[in-house]
């Protein structure tokens, strides 16, 4: 099982900037990949951003050129700068890792309100 906590989210204007943190714990070995995904109210939940174990990372349209994700092995950390934020960059943001062998895992979500 592994055990994902998002943080950083907030109310911020547009045009502006946050950086999403997720912490894993748990049984974190072999993990393939970890990703963003965020759920827009009335909306399908969907892929932001993901990271592979060996670095490489992968966008969304959307946010190409704006947002960036990280991760700290060490400290079993993800992290998303999410620069230049939209209002429609507004939705609950979550932590997802897939492991290998496939078994998926969510943290609880964090929400991002981008309004003037």
């Known amino acids: 099982q592994v055990h994902l906590v998002e943080s950083g989210g907030g109310l911020v204007q547009p045009g502006g900037s946050l950086r999403l943190s997720c912490a894993a714990s748990?049984?974190?070995?072999?993990?393939?990949?970890m990703g963003w995904y965020r759920q827009a109210p009335g909306k399908q939940r969907e892929l932001v951003a993901d990271?592979?174990?060996?670095?490489?990372?992968n966008y969304a349209d959307s946010v190409k050129d704006r947002f960036t994700i990280s991760r700290d092995n060490a400290k079993n950390m993800m992290y998303l700068q999410m620069n230049s934020l939209k209002p429609e960059d507004t939705a609950v943001y979550y932590c997802?890792?897939?492991?290998?062998?496939?078994?998926?895992?969510w943290g609880q979500g964090t929400r991002v309100t981008v309004s003037s």
């Open positions: 990271i592979t174990s060996d670095g490489m990372t």
């Open positions: 997802n890792v897939i492991k290998i062998g496939g078994n998926q895992y």
């Open positions: 748990g049984n974190i070995f072999g993990i393939r990949a």
